[in-house]
């Protein structure tokens, strides 16, 4: 998903659906009304990884609460 048009700032929002709500996962700043479809999957791309990186930090720190939390 992605907005239509661009906000008052210049900025197109990427997003997706989970659990029946809308998530932003890129903002992309644009010089154009119309932005190159490259730059904003290079975006969708880049929050993707992005996403991946910082759930995989979070695995850890949850299974870690967790194993604390069993332990008190």
């Known amino acids: 998903m992605r907005t239509n048009e661009t906000d008052d700032r210049g900025r197109i929002y990427l997003g997706t659906e989970y659990a029946n709500k809308r998530v932003t996962v890129a903002v992309v700043e644009v ?6 479809e490259e730059q904003l999957a290079a975006a969708y791309r880049e929050a993707s990884q992005s996403a991946g990186r910082l759930a ?12 604390d939390s069993m332990d008190e």
């Not at 010089?31 to 190159?36: G, I, K, L, M, Y």
Request: no cysteine; proline share 6%; hydrophobic share 30%.
């Open 56 to 67: 995989a930090e979070w695995e850890g720190a949850s299974d870690e609460a967790w194993t």
């Open 31 to 36: 010089e154009s009304e119309r932005p190159d």
